[in-house]
Nanobody, 117 residues
Framework: VQLVESGGGLVQPGGSLRLSCAGSGFTFSNYAMSWHRQAPGKERELVAA????????KYSGSVKGRFTISRDNAKNTVFLQMNSLKREDTAVYYC???????????WGQGTQVTVSS
């Protein structure tokens, strides 16, 4: 099982980024997927999750209305579209299998998102 995140970078407040997570080594379409983030000095937190078929989604209160999770099962990829980014969105973003905890992993290496002017 391998998960590889990409798409992070430096963006100004109010900007947008689209993260991708490519899965391999398992039947991607059988699993719900989720995005999490960890800021320096803070615990990792669930940001968004999506069901295996993409019909159900959920978001943390801090990102609801700004972030959108989606997936393409034909490409074994889950996405996180992040709009109206704020400085407090700065973190390393990870994807993992699962919709609700626990999330046994494995975890990807993460992709850094930095929101700064």
């Amino acid at each position: 099982v391998q998960l590889v995140e990409s798409g992070g970078g430096l963006v100004q407040p109010g900007g947008s980024l689209r993260l991708s997570c490519a899965g391999s080594g398992f039947t991607f379409s059988n699993y719900a997927m989720s995005w999490h983030r960890q800021a320096p000095g803070k615990e990792r937190e669930l940001v968004a999750a999506i069901g295996s078929a993409g019909r159900s989604t959920k978001y943390s209160g801090s990102v609801k209305g700004r972030f959108t999770i989606s997936r393409d099962n034909a490409k074994n990829t889950v996405f996180l579209q992040m709009n109206s980014l704020k400085r407090e969105d700065t973190a390393v973003y990870y994807c993992v299998r699962g919709y609700s905890g626990p999330f046994p992993g494995p975890w990807g290496q993460g992709t850094q998102v930095t929101v700064s002017s």
